[in-house]
């Protein structure tokens, strides 16, 4: 359906030259949302509550993001996970747990798309920090309105294998070039995970969110809200950080 839907937008920006010479390709669409969203490295404190089926929770860590695929983090509260810490570098991915046992878990391959303590979000999720242009063709199928702010909506198709997601539709505000809405789906077409940005701060030059709402499609309950507390883009990350030892430290 979507890509007959997309064939068809084609075939009317050929029939209106005009049209189609205001809009914005897909590949500058995802260009300006790089832009914003890429992050050489960052120091960011965030706030993660869970609404499951058992009740809410909220969660509070500290995480240190260097380059694409280079992250440590802290979980400082509640008291339950505090002390808690993940480290991923590359394609592998540790978790480090004080009590009972002392215990660092590898995490690899599927594994990396299960969820993060109960949440909505992945281990993918979490620690993604890749330029949708490298990973992604995109075709812009139209304009949309999201909460009074006036979107292009884009069409994404992995051109990698190593992608969580397949394919990707997402509505781009026009002016501050942040995804608004999104939905990820498997090679299948499968819906398996929404996000909403609904709150968004300048910050650095740019604009970022500072609070989305993700939601599991396969998954009962009623989302998982995520909120950048503080995000410092200048401080360096140590490279000590960025090692399994800093995980018993």
């Given at each position: 359906?979507?890509?007959?839907?997309?064939?068809?937008?084609?075939?009317?920006?050929?029939?209106?030259?005009?049209?189609?010479?205001?809009?914005?390709?897909?590949?500058?669409?995802?260009?300006?949302?790089?832009?914003?969203?890429?992050?050489?490295?960052?120091?960011?404190?965030?706030?993660?509550?869970?609404?499951?089926?058992?009740?809410?929770?909220?969660?509070?860590?500290?995480?240190?993001?260097?380059?694409?695929?280079?992250?440590?983090?802290?979980?400082?509260?509640?008291?339950?996970e505090r002390g808690k810490k993940m480290l991923r570098l590359g394609d592998k991915l540790w978790n480090y747990a004080p009590e009972p046992e002392d215990r660092i878990i590898a995490i690899s391959g599927h594994l990396l798309r299960q969820s993060v303590m109960g949440s909505d979000l992945s281990y993918e999720d979490v620690t993604e920090n890749t330029e949708l242009v490298e990973k992604y063709d995109a075709a812009v199928v139209g304009e949309e309105e999201i909460e009074g702010r006036a979107c292009w909506v884009v069409e994404m198709t992995a051109k990698v294998p190593d992608v969580a997601y397949h394919s990707r539709k997402i509505w781009v505000d026009e002016e501050r070039w942040l995804a608004l809405r999104e939905e990820r789906f498997a090679r299948s077409g499968k819906l398996l995970k929404t996000t909403r940005i609904t709150e968004v701060f300048r910050t650095d030059g740019r604009w970022y969110p500072r609070r989305m709402v993700f939601k599991d499609a396969l998954a009962r309950g009623d989302g998982t809200e995520f909120i950048i507390d503080d995000i410092d883009f200048e401080t360096e990350v140590p490279d000590y950080l960025l090692t399994k030892a800093a995980l018993r430290k």
């Open positions: 359906m979507r890509h007959a839907l997309t064939a068809a937008v084609l075939l009317l920006l050929a029939c209106n030259p005009a049209a189609a010479a205001d809009r914005p390709t897909g590949e500058e669409v995802l260009a300006r949302i790089d832009e914003n969203m890429y992050v050489d490295h960052a120091v960011t404190r965030s706030t993660m509550i869970v609404h499951a089926r058992s009740g809410t929770r909220t969660i509070t860590s500290r995480s240190w993001r260097k380059g694409k695929d280079n992250s440590f983090v802290e979980y400082l509260s509640p008291a339950r």
